[in-house]
């Protein structure tokens, strides 16, 4: 998953477009909502995106000791957007544990999304950061609830979240995604270590995916896997579960 990852990367650099790389490490304890068997060349990274929850979530409720390796066949416990709180050892009782998500997809991502957001800020922060979120997809002309469900899924709105690749804040960008993105927008002072320059930064790219993906879905998917990858390989099953995800959020924020 990390070697596709990175050629999404390369691809999108080729295109002009870098993609957007990277796992929260800050949650609420969720409940679990399903499980997930580990496939030959998965790691936590890409399952954690794949699911939409954090790399956090996942190494506190399965017990896991070390969050870079991982083996194939192990079947991990994940969990949802629910505040239902996890036991200090990592478990739960089988009476909190909800029955793996059947259906249709939208369904299973309604199930994925959580019934809710679940906010680690305070008031304040949390305030604060919504109201540079309207101001931002005001500017570049994205729904608001679009842009608030994508990095409350990435970060869950926290700026001091750094992924295990180096993505950084509340889009969770990479700096070098950051310094290109900049560059478009004639800003090169831009700093993704700034709430709202991160929060500019996410909109803009969020903007771009838009315009050049064709559809919501697909501009969600390569804000996932690289917008290069989507156009020259489609919507990948993880992107798809993605996107799904934070459509269903989307709700939360209208």
Not at 13 to 27: I, R, T
Not at 221 to 228: K, L, N, S, T, V
Request: glycine share 10%; with cysteine; aromatic share 6%.
């Amino acid at each position: 998953m990390a070697q596709t990852r990175a050629r999404s990367l390369c691809t999108a650099a080729a295109s002009g477009v870098f993609a957007v790389v990277g796992v929260v490490v800050l949650s609420a304890g969720p409940a679990f909502a399903a499980d997930h068997k580990v496939q030959p060349g998965e790691n936590l990274v890409g399952i954690a995106r794949q699911h939409g929850v954090t790399v956090a979530d996942l190494v506190r409720i399965n017990g896991l000791a070390d969050a870079n390796h991982v083996v194939a066949g192990t079947t991990l416990h994940l969990p949802s957007g629910t505040t239902t709180p996890v036991a200090t050892n990592g478990t739960t009782s089988s009476a909190n544990r909800a029955a793996p998500a059947r259906g249709s997809a939208s369904s299973k991502a309604a199930a994925a999304a959580g019934k809710g957001p679940v906010y680690t800020l305070n008031d304040d922060r949390r305030q604060a950061v919504n109201q540079l979120l309207d101001r931002a997809a005001w500017e570049f002309g994205v729904k608001p609830s679009l842009l608030k469900a994508l990095t409350y899924t990435e970060s869950r709105w926290h700026q001091d979240a750094v992924s295990s690749v180096g993505a950084i804040g509340v889009g969770q960008l990479l700096p070098a995604t950051a310094t290109w993105l900049a560059g478009l927008m004639a800003e090169p002072g831009l700093d993704v270590r700034s709430t709202e320059d991160n929060v500019r930064l996410s909109a803009r790219l969020l903007r771009l995916l838009l315009d050049r993906a064709g559809s919501t879905k697909r501009a969600l998917a390569a804000y996932y896997q690289g917008i290069g990858a989507v156009l020259q390989h489609g919507v990948s099953t993880g992107g798809a579960r993605y996107a799904a995800i934070i459509t269903a959020r989307q709700a939360w924020f209208s």
